[in-house]
T-cell receptor, first 112, second 113 residues
Framework: KAGVTQTPRYLIKTRGQQVTLSCSPI?????VSWYQQTPGQGLQFLFE???????NKGNFPGRFSGRQFSNSRSEMNVSTLELGDSALYLC???????????FGSGTRLTVV | DQQVKQNSPSLSVQEGRISILNCDYT??????FLWYKKYPAEGPTFLIS?????DKNEDGRFTVFLNKSAKHLSLHIVPSQPGDSAVYFC????????????FGTGTRLQVFP
């Protein structure tokens, strides 16, 4: 079966712009969570969605937002990009909360 | 195709006993292996790692064993404590670069009194 698909794989944006990243979970998985990975901070939790509802949110500013659609696909949006937002953004899907996660390959965002 | 496999989705262990979490991989080019621990609504945090030149690495109650010929690694927690209850991810990389990590699906460990 197809894995978790994240698009695009690579993205270059300038400061002040906004960006939307997409995550398609494994078929049947209803939970999608997002993480930011940077060399210094490791994997930081952004938010988690289950059946279109945001269940948990990490300690990130309001510039970071997300949503989940009825088909479980999820998007995250970052507005007013800052240089420090440059990171690898990982999405993981699971059939239910806290169980059986599958990670996507990530979207590498570079802000210049 | 899952290159890193954690075949046990959950494990229950009594407090004070040993917890053994297993991980298998298929890519012989993997050179660096890590274990992460994840609590609900948090990101996975690094726990312990091992490079392919070693077969064992120990850090306090946590020991990781690597069997390259079997493409298998395991995490031993001794003694297990209730605070160890979390999801544990195995991850592998072909180089010393966490951007290249391939994660397993995780094993949920529950340590009961």
């Amino acid at each position: 079966k197809a894995g978790v698909t994240q698009t695009p794989r690579y993205l270059i944006k300038t400061r002040g712009q906004q960006v939307t990243l997409s995550c398609s979970p494994i078929s049947g998985h209803r939970s999608v969570s997002w993480y930011q990975q940077t060399p210094g901070q490791g994997l930081q939790f952004l938010f988690e969605y289950f059946s279109e509802t945001q269940r948990n949110k990490g300690n990130f500013p309001g510039r970071f937002s997300g949503r989940q659609f009825s088909n479980s696909r999820s998007e995250m949006n970052v507005s007013t990009l800052e240089l420090g937002d440059s990171a690898l953004y990982l999405c993981a899907s699971s059939p239910r909360e806290n169980y059986g996660y599958t990670f996507g390959s990530g979207t590498r965002l570079t802000v210049v | 195709d899952q290159q890193v496999k954690q075949n046990s989705p959950s494990l229950s262990v009594q407090e004070g006993r040993i917890s053994i979490l297993n991980c298998d991989y298929t890519n012989s080019m993997f050179d660096y292996f890590l274990w992460y621990k994840k609590y609900p609504a948090e990101g996975p945090t690094f726990l312990i790692s091992i490079s392919s030149i070693k077969d064992k690495n120990e850090d306090g109650r946590f020991t990781v064993f690597l069997n390259k010929s079997a493409k298998h690694l395991s995490l031993h927690i001794v003694p297990s404590q209730p605070g160890d209850s979390a999801v544990y991810f195995c991850a592998a990389s072909p180089v010393y670069n966490t951007d290249k990590l391939i994660f397993g699906t995780g094993t949920r460990l529950q340590v009961f009194p």
